[in-house]
């Protein structure tokens, strides 16, 4: 069965209003085109009580277990939906937020404003798998290691990816601690136990998994993306000393399983449809192999999603400035695979997801230079350190930087929608 192409309906309608308010300010990140998922609770209710699934409607959380559109407060449940009751749902929830919805009056009773509510990460992660699919991330990092051949032969043919660890993922706003590990300079005889000096974020993508499939049955290209609920902002902490030494011949390992940072609010592909393009793949490159290829995925396999990165560090906020922008990528330029050829490519021996799965889209570095998901690129690998406003200096992290990732979707003729941010100050 093929998936046939997502359109937008009337829950994109740009002319659709919602009864509450602050969804209807122009720019807002949930205004009632998004409806994006959450595990939440009343901030200070205390660890006995549990969480609860929401819906983000402007500033407010639509508590979804007082609307009676869910059985119980199970974000994996919800996730495994087959794709047709997931978009029932977003249609009764549009529905009943629209202004002049004769649930206003009940529903009115179910919210809570964002700023008094503590969040949970969305669901229980059992796998976490990172890909690698920006080839300017992988040209420009090959490039580094390999300045003659940089991006390695089995690039353009297949998704390269590799199985992280989830129980070290978590929501950010808090501080993310350095790590320690095995250090070991180029013209060092040994290696030495300390703390990462090269300390790097990578600005991802992190789509989640709906329905799973069963062991040995893989899922075919064409019905890939009904096996996907939506994406929230991931930042793949690095510690790139740790990484140098201890990467081959197995890859990445304590260099990057201390610590990932999720956004709170899952962005559902349903809402992502009117930011959908056409996967397009250069005339001069290999053309995917059939299970990763199909006429959906080039008319509107790929996502358009812009991505920006800032620091403020501890003298930035001291000094009273802003926020320093360090990248804008539009993940559409960076990727050179699309989230359904992921799970494809991930299950085409037999391999099984389920429902909460996260997969990474890896670092999203588009052309530009100003584009690049992670300070090793931007820096040149520290050799050429960034300046910021008041005269530092960042190669790397410092104790102290608060590191922000932003998401959002926009374009003519649609509503904003925003994936919100996720940020974290280093602490040493
Ligand atoms: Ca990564």
Known sequence: MSTPLQLPDETHDPRLRSWVESANRPGVDHPIQNLPFGRFRAAGAGDDQAWRLGVAIGDQILDLGATGLVERADMNALMALPA?????????????????????AAWSRALL??????????????????????????TNVGRLFRPDAP????????????????????????????????????????????????????????????????????????????????????NDWSARDLQGWEYQPLGPFLSKN???????????????????????????????????????????????????????????????????RLSLTDSQRAAYWTPAQMVAHHTVNGCNLQPGDLLGSGTLSGPGPDEAGSLLELSVGGQRPLQLPGGERRSFLEDGDRLTLRGWCEREGAVRIGLGEVSATVVG
């Open 84 to 104: 047709d009751a997931r978009r029932a749902l977003r249609r009764r929830l549009s529905a009943g937020l629209s202004a002049g919805s004769a649930e206003q």
């Open 151 to 234: 991006l390695l032969p089995n690039y353009k043919w297949l998704p390269i990816g590799y199985h992280g660890r989830a129980s070290s993922i978590g929501l950010g706003g808090g501080p993310l601690r350095r790590p320690s590990g095995q250090l070991k300079a180029p013209d060092a005889a040994a290696p030495v136990l300390g703390q990462s000096r090269r300390l790097d974020y990578e600005a991802e993508l992190g789509w989640f998994v709906g329905p799973g499939n069963a062991l040995g049955e893989p899922i075919g290209i064409e019905s890939a993306e009904a096996h996907l609920f939506g994406v929230a902002l991931f």
């Open 258 to 324: 201390f610590a990932s940072s999720l956004s709170p609010w899952v962005v559902t592909l349903e809402a992502l449809t009117p930011f959908r393009r056409p996967f397009e793949r250069a005339p001069e490159d290999p053309q995917p192999l059939p299970y990763l290829d199909s006429p959906q995925q080039r008319a509107q396999g790929a996502f358009a999603i812009t991505l920006e990165v800032l620091l403020q560090t501890e003298r930035m906020r001291a000094e009273g400035r802003p926020a320093q």
């Open 113 to 138: 404003p964002q700023a008094q509510a503590e969040m949970a990460l969305p669901c229980r992660i059992g796998d976490y798998t990172d890909f690698y699919t920006s080839v300017h991330h992988a």
